[in-house]
């Protein structure tokens, strides 16, 4: 019994030493015993809210190791639909955004959830579909009747159909022709650009695209360019911090050097020369130093 009592005792002891022991350990490195959790979670993170197009078409993958060798942010990309990233914005969800609807980024701002609105960088949409072009399209200079004649000839047309940049666009184009797009032409993939772009190829349909994205996806692709130039086809991007005064919890210094780093000089140029090599031409255009307005009178 008296072995039993002390063993108790000798435990009882070890504990107590033990507790006091991890106490000073907190109070010497300021920690709580949820630091290391913290820590893995990083108050350094950014979430970034971006189109798909920006992932699709490799321009994140070659930019954001340049960022990171720079900052002490570690940027972690969601690329969704351009309408889910400003819901994002809206719900506290995000720190920045690369978007690229201007209408809704200007709703966005006016509600205050989203500040530091900057123009980046643009390019352009064009209508993608199969070399024998059922529709007739091929060479129009006009995007709203090239819809037209896609839905008068009942040629497959397969829409993003998630509320993303690319299909508030193509939307804007069945508006201007009197359209009401649905039947069994019409096919909404509920995908990014890049699956858009496959399950067009595979059904021989057309699809409205940014023109980044078609690129890179090309060699897998039986799609051809076949209407573009209209300056209707203008594909504008901005970054967008969220509000701090709406979501106190936001990385907003992060935010703005992530926005600092796209605005630069350098990251202009890299944005300018990205895919020329592979390409021959440039995927987006680097626009920091001009005002939309500039964009619309080229």
């Known amino acids: 019994m008296f072995n039993k009592i002390r063993s108790l005792l000798l435990m009882q002891s070890m504990i107590r030493n033990t507790l006091v022991v ?8 300021g920690c709580s015993p949820n630091s290391e959790a ?53 719900d506290g969800n995000a720190d920045v955004l690369l978007v690229h609807a201007p209408p809704a980024e200007v709703e966005l701002v006016e509600k205050g959830f989203g500040i530091d609105r900057t123009l980046i960088m643009h390019n352009d949409f064009v209508i993608a579909g199969p070399p024998d072009d059922p529709g007739g399209i091929s060479g129009m200079n006009s995007a709203t009747d090239a819809f037209q004649r896609i839905y008068n000839t009942e040629s497959i047309f397969v829409s993003r159909g998630d509320d993303s940049g690319t299909n508030k666009k193509e939307l804007e184009f069945w508006r201007g022709s009197d359209i009401q797009p649905e039947g069994d032409f019409y096919l909404e993939s509920g995908q990014g650009m890049a699956a858009t772009l496959r399950i067009a190829s595979e059904k021989a349909g057309y699809t409205l695209t940014d023109r980044a994205t078609y690129l890179a996806n090309q060699d897998n692709l039986d799609l051809e360019i076949l209407v573009e130039g209209d300056q209707r086809l203008l594909n504008i991007y901005h970054v967008i911090t969220v509000n701090p005064e709406k979501w106190p ?50």
Not at 22 to 29: K, Q, S, Y
Not at 52 to 72: I, M, V, Y
Not at 258 to 265: D, H, I, N, Y
């Open 22 to 29: 991890f106490l000073v350990l907190i109070a010497v490195t």
């Open 38 to 90: 913290d820590a893995e979670d990083g108050v350094n993170e950014i979430i970034l809210a971006t189109t798909t197009s920006t992932q699709d078409s490799g321009l994140l993958d070659f930019l954001l190791p340049k960022f990171h060798a720079e900052n002490e942010y570690l940027v972690k990309t969601i690329a969704v639909g351009t309408g889910k990233a400003l819901k994002m914005a809206e």
């Open 249 to 298: 919890q936001v990385n907003y210094s992060g935010a703005q050097a992530f926005t600092s780093f796209l605005v630069s000089a350098k990251t202009q140029q890299l944005i300018g020369d990205f895919g020329v090599a592979q390409y021959g031409q440039p995927l987006f255009f680097p626009d920091a130093d001009k005002s939309v307005t500039d964009l619309s009178n080229d």
